[in-house]
């Protein structure tokens, strides 16, 4: 079962990883059109289509990295309080409750919207581009897809956590400074209390 986890949660990083480089893109993309449009005064009629299409697809694919990352918002004030089996069988409830019913939508719904705009082969109205969106609108049906075969993995690392009382540990990728900081607090703070245990024994 583990290695079923950590192989969704490998997809899940992969698509996630692969994703980011729209962050560049967006970057290069700004930066452009300040420069064609304030300089040169020669603005494109492509840029803010394109900067949308980046910026939506971004925030779609990096629903499912966020999951197996376990990098979304939580309200954990009460919640990290509990033991590990309460809080695995909390988590258990919800994702089947909540989680899974809004992503099977999202899916759903999504793969009919991008049904239509492939029909119609729909583009933008907000510039005279006229950029073609039904290629960004597949991303809907597909974030959704990823999403509900991330929260599998989910229901699983909760299953095992119930059974055994330790959480399974995720596949790991970049993180933030302030938890790497807080990490190595933490790891630093039992060698520094033995420190001042054998200081004060001696």
């Not at 993309?29 to 304030?38: A, K, P």
């Not at 499912?64 to 309460?86: C, E, K, N, S, T």
């Not at 119930?162 to 959480?167: F, Y």
């Not at 540990?169 to 933030?176: I, N, T, W, Y």
Request: charged share 15%; with cysteine; hydrophobic share 50%.
């Amino acid at each position: 079962m583990n290695k079923t986890i950590h192989a969704i949660e490998g997809l899940s990083v992969w698509v996630g990883r692969a994703f980011g480089w729209c962050i560049l893109i967006l970057t290069l993309s700004v930066t452009y059109e300040v420069f064609v449009r304030y300089v040169l005064n020669s603005p494109t009629v492509w840029a803010f289509d394109m900067m949308v299409q980046m910026y939506g697809a971004l925030f779609l694919m990096a629903g499912p990295y966020a999951l197996a990352q376990d990098g979304h918002v939580r309200a954990d004030v009460i919640y990290r309080l509990f033991p590990v089996r309460v809080q695995a069988s909390l988590d258990f409830l919800l994702y089947l409750l909540f989680f899974f019913p809004g992503m099977l939508a999202l899916f759903w719904y999504g793969a009919e919207i991008a049904s239509d705009s492939w029909r119609y082969k729909e583009v933008s109205w907000n510039s005279p581009a006229r950029i073609q969106v039904y290629f960004f609108k597949t991303l809907i049906p597909v974030a959704g897809a990823l999403l509900i075969i991330q929260g599998i993995a989910e229901l699983m690392r909760c299953w095992i956590a119930i059974r055994t009382g330790v959480w399974t540990k995720r596949v790991q990728d970049v993180h933030e400074t302030e938890d790497m900081l807080m990490q190595e607090g933490v790891s630093q703070k039992p060698a520094q209390d033995a420190g001042a245990v054998a200081q004060k024994n001696s």
